[in-house]
């Protein structure tokens, strides 16, 4: 089975701070992705990355930048946190293509609170 | 006007109910059809895949595409308490991900 992986379920942040969530996926997945889930607005993509040290902006990227260093890791980072980035985070990969053979594979999800 | 519409719910049904769900959508390009189940504190998992339009079944789940409305729906038949979830509609017309668009879900509960 596929499993992705973020590293914290819930965080609560101050206004100001930098903040890093981390997303590590164990199927050799070429694609990698940042979205933010909130009621009503439904799922937006952040930042997604075809292959190591690639990064491409997504719908909302104003306030974020990503990292990856290495294909099983995909960094989102909130620069200087904002009380308008309170949001569930969630972090997918996927192989190349559009068939059902290549699915978006998501983790469960940060829960950030910036207060 | 929003890429993707799909009304919010919540939707209640007593077990063993038909549930139909639905999205509309606003780009003819679309192509890909897709159905993501969401638990209650989990990521959404695809639960059903059609390319085009016509009809996908798969067990108990059914997809329906019809390309000429613009209108693709979900069938759920004998519907049990563990389909309790979010159901997200998603389409895209290539393989890019910036054009993979997403409806903001229904919440269903099945009351056993």
């Known amino acids: 089975d596929v499993k992705v992986t973020q590293s914290s379920r819930y965080l609560v942040k101050r206004t100001g701070e930098k903040v890093f969530l981390e997303c590590v996926q164990d199927?050799?997945?070429?694609?990698m992705f940042w979205y933010r889930q909130d009621p009503g607005l439904g799922l937006r993509l952040i930042y997604f990355?075809?292959?190591?040290?690639?990064?491409e902006k997504g719908d909302i990227p104003e306030g974020y930048s990503v990292s990856r260093e290495k294909k099983e890791r995909f960094s989102l980072i909130l620069e200087s946190a904002s009380t308008n980035q309170t949001s569930m985070y969630l972090c997918?990969?996927?192989?190349?293509?559009?068939?059902?053979?290549?699915?978006?594979?998501f983790g469960n999800g940060t829960r950030l609170t910036v207060t | 006007q929003k890429e993707v519409e799909q009304d919010p719910g919540p939707l209640s049904v007593p077990e063993g109910a038909i549930v139909s769900l639905n999205c509309t959508y606003s780009?003819?390009?679309?192509?890909?059809f897709m159905w993501y189940r969401q638990y209650s504190r989990k990521g959404p998992e695809l639960l059903m895949y059609?390319?085009s339009s016509g009809n996908k079944e798969d067990g108990r789940f059914t997809a329906q595409v019809d390309k000429s409305s613009k209108y693709i729906s979900l069938f759920i038949r004998d519907s049990q308490p563990s389909d309790s979830a979010t159901y997200l509609c998603?389409?895209?017309w290539g393989a890019g991900a910036n054009n993979l668009f997403f409806g903001t879900g229904t919440r269903l509960t099945v009351i056993p």
């Open positions: 998603a389409m895209r």
């Open positions: 990355s075809y292959d190591v040290k690639m990064k």
């Open positions: 059609t390319y």
């Open positions: 780009n003819s390009a679309f192509q890909y």
């Open positions: 997918a990969s996927s192989s190349p293509g559009t068939a059902d053979n290549s699915p978006l594979h």
């Open positions: 199927m050799d997945h070429e694609n």
